[in-house]
């Protein structure tokens, strides 16, 4: 253990990191027993008060990218971040204003859906089942990616306090975060996403104050950044001092037309007690997320004048976990440490059981046990569990894998496949089903083929892209014909 992050306090730490661990199996322990038919565990009986659901809806889309993705890039670009942080700043406040009242209302109207796909058939009427097939099919090889970004993140933890085999760390992350999950389903995810936020939170508020008296002040901080490199400070440079392009600026706004589409948080929306709750729940997430993404910035420009060993390729997602042993204490390393498992946790938890959801009821049920009793279900999606975990545990274990960069992708394809699709059946009463179905595809397709390509405009982060062809395509095909056809 002597490539360990801590030699000496090691055993500190990971008692720390056990009594967490044990805290979030608790409740999924507890949760289990609140839960009993497939209503309870995909979406807790829709019975979240607004404090919860603001917490765990954002400690679910923040996931490690926050406490490692963030500060990384922050690091390496400088004040570029801030086009990031604030593209995601606007699409978390429009989400929550535009989508989250109107989808726990229509999802209750459209025969009380339980998954966004369930959603989107009943809401156009489609006999064919074909969106409900199409868009299960997006949100698997999705969830696939990003579930796999959340268990590189655990195996970069635990690999690096604890000196374990990457391999090995990869599988103790994921186990810990399977146990709870299928034990307690959605109530278990939200109450232990509750309590990962307010310690992310913690985290974040607390390093960069550290940072800074560390520094002797803001101030002083800044003059550091600017005598090591000024073009870190200017927003509108990259790092090595060249303008940023227009299609830099977009690509790193364009983050925030992701919200509309991602499944893990719009399952939040859902399961609000009403949405006469969400504006409270709007509140509470705003200053959460703002203060997260603030202090995640600040910790990996922070980074850049604290450490003494510059960090360069994948090794700058480490700044968090290396700023904490360079100025922490065992104790609260140990907490801030635990924090970055719980971002990690919080997402990771909801989309295993998003895609648990997924198979349990968009295929296991609809196309091959229709008559499965609720106990039946609610296990088959607790398998689901074990099966879609295991499929990610082995695409993560790539030890070179940057968590951003496949947090990017996930969230390029469904920002693209679904954003569009979804907020268009919110807002506009004459979409229809062909619409739908054009705008799922087009937007899937179009980021994973959009990915493959560079240069010149294909530098264009993929989302954006992605976003204008779905929404095209709604509005094209919508026209053609009528909903009632089907």
């Known amino acids: 253990m002597t490539d360990a992050l801590f030699t000496e306090d090691t055993v500190t730490v990971a008692a720390a990191f056990a009594v967490y661990g044990a805290a979030m199996l608790m409740v999924g322990i507890i949760a289990c027993r609140r839960t009993s038919t497939l209503s309870d565990y995909i979406l807790g009986g829709r019975r979240l008060n607004s404090f919860v659901t603001a917490l765990s809806a954002e400690a679910s889309d923040m996931s490690g990218w926050l406490l490692l993705g963030l500060p990384g890039y922050a690091y390496a670009a400088g ?67 990003y579930t796999t970004s959340g268990l590189v993140a655990g195996g970069k933890l635990f690999s690096t306090v604890f000196g374990l085999p990457y391999e090995s760390a990869v599988v103790l992350g994921a186990s810990t975060i399977v146990a709870y999950t299928f034990l307690g389903g959605f109530l278990a995810v939200c109450w232990t996403d509750c309590i990962q936020g307010i310690l992310m939170l913690v985290a974040l508020v607390a390093l960069p104050l550290m940072v800074v008296h560390e520094q002797g002040g803001w101030g002083q901080g800044f003059e550091t950044l600017r005598g090591i490199n000024p073009d870190l400070l200017n927003p509108f440079t990259s790092a090595d001092g060249g303008a940023l392009s227009a299609i830099s600026i977009i690509s790193l706004m364009g983050w925030g037309l992701g919200y509309f589409g991602q499944p893990h948080i719009l399952t939040r929306f859902m399961a609000i007690r009403s949405s006469g709750e969400v504006p409270r729940a709007r509140v509470i997430a705003m200053g959460w997320v703002t203060a997260g993404l603030v202090g995640s910035v600040l910790v990996g420009l922070g980074g850049i004048g604290t450490l003494a060993t510059p960090l360069a390729g994948a090794d700058t997602e480490k700044v968090f976990i290396l700023l904490v042993r360079a100025l922490l204490h065992p104790i609260p390393a140990g907490i801030c440490l635990a924090a970055i498992l719980a971002a990690i946790m919080s997402t990771a938890d909801s989309q295993l059981l998003v895609s648990s959801s997924v198979l349990a009821e968009d295929f296991y049920k609809d196309l091959f046990r229709k008559d499965a009793s609720a106990k039946e279900l609610m296990w088959a999606g607790r398998l689901a569990v074990v099966f879609i975990a295991l499929w990610a545990g082995a695409l993560s274990m790539n030890p070179a894998s940057m968590v951003l960069d496949l947090v990017a992708y996930a969230w390029a394809g469904f920002g693209a496949a679904f954003g569009p699709t979804l907020l268009m059946s919110l807002l506009w009463k004459r979409m229809t089903r062909n619409g739908a179905l054009a705008g799922i595809i087009t937007g899937g397709l179009t980021v994973i083929v959009w990915k493959q390509l560079e240069g010149g405009l294909f530098d264009l982060y993929e989302i954006v892209p992605g976003f204008v062809f779905s929404l095209l395509a709604v509005v094209f095909f919508s026209y053609r014909r009528k909903s009632e056809d089907y």
């Open 79 to 145: 004040c570029e971040s801030i086009w990031l942080a604030g593209g995601l700043l606007i699409g978390t406040y429009l989400n929550w204003r535009l989508v989250a009242p109107r989808l726990r209302d229509y999802s209750v109207m459209a025969g009380d859906s339980f998954t966004i796909s369930e959603y989107l058939e009943a809401r156009f009427h489609d006999r064919s089942r074909m969106l409900r097939l199409i868009s299960g099919i997006f949100i698997l090889v999705f969830f696939m990616i």
